[in-house]
């Protein structure tokens, strides 16, 4: 094993491994990829990356290796016979807080220090300030690496839970469908008006930004467990709603999307938080059905 802290191993090299490998070489560090088709690597070698012929070369050429496959059982199958002692595996793949965690329990039995990650970028961004890369794991096994994943773009470090970056990822999916979600539906409404979404789009992104800031304040509301109407009731929100499911059906829209909110909404204000801010619809998201 390598004592060389800025080397690094990339295994999996589709659009967004060579993506992360190429971030490494423009940052000058000494790069070893590994893909099950070694034909991919070939660009990379070009630049100066070192293709290793086997995973556990690859393993062993670096002081941090990056796992960027499919799924975590693609992980396990490359790396199930592989001596992981004494290496730090990133893994950058896709999955569950659950999966996550697990596979930190099976790199720790093994040996190795374990780091798990979220990427909330596009390949094309990797490497740019614009590129957030999200860890989770022992804090410093990440300060370890830290000058090195700097390479990747933006860093972040969440917590020792392994889990931590799944989640953050999926609630960042859950933030971006639904703006997307929200701008379709105000988008096929006025359609009907004849305004194009070309037009209606500075409009919403104006909307979403001020509905941004008022995050930090409702945060505070959700964390203490108190919800004044400083802005305004659930229950007038609610006859917003109705407003819009009104309005969409009478234009032809699709109203399954505010139904839906308002069948929550309902629910909180049958509970009696009818007099309290948006924010107190939390316990609703937070029931399971």
């Known amino acids: 094993m390598t004592n060389n802290d800025t080397s690094v191993t990339v295994l999996g090299l589709g659009l967004m491994g060579r993506a992360l490998a190429g971030a490494f070489l423009r940052a000058g560090h000494r790069t070893t990829v590994w893909n099950r088709t070694p034909g991919k690597a070939d660009e990379l070698v070009t630049r100066g990356a070192h293709?290793?012929?086997?995973?556990?070369v690859a393993v062993r050429a670096s002081a941090l290796t990056i796992v960027c496959l499919t799924d975590y059982p693609a992980m396990y199958e490359l790396l199930g016979e592989v001596e992981l002692a004494g290496t730090t595996l990133l893994n950058l793949t896709s999955g569950d807080s659950a999966q996550a965690r697990a596979a930190a329990r099976w790199a720790e039995e093994r040996g190795a220090r374990y780091l798990d990650g979220a990427i909330m970028a596009i390949p094309q961004a990797i490497g740019t300030e614009?590129?957030?890369i999200l860890h989770s794991g022992a804090r410093a096994d990440f300060e370890a690496h830290e000058p090195v994943l700097a390479?990747?773009?933006t860093v972040s470090y969440l917590g020792a839970d392994h889990g931590l970056a799944a989640l953050y990822d999926v609630a960042g999916l859950a933030m971006m469908w639904s703006v997307l979600n929200a701008w379709l539906q105000g988008t096929a409404m006025l359609r009907t008006a004849g305004v194009d979404a070309a037009t209606y789009a500075p409009f919403a992104r104006t909307v979403a930004a001020?509905?941004?800031d008022?995050?930090?304040g409702y945060a505070e509301q959700i964390d203490r467990g108190e919800f004044p109407a400083e802005v305004s009731a659930l229950e007038t929100d609610?006859?917003?709603?109705d407003h819009l499911i009104e309005e969409s059906e009478a234009l032809g829209v699709n109203a399954e999307l505010p139904r839906l909110i308002k069948t929550m909404a309902d629910r909180a204000i049958a509970a009696g938080h009818g007099g309290e801010q948006y924010p107190v619809l939390i316990e609703e998201f937070a029931k399971p059905r």
């Open 151 to 153: 390479a990747l773009g």
């Open 130 to 132: 614009t590129a957030v």
């Open 210 to 212: 001020g509905v941004a």
């Open 214 to 216: 008022w995050l930090p």
């Open 238 to 241: 609610a006859r917003a709603m």
């Open 51 to 56: 293709l290793a012929p086997t995973s556990e």
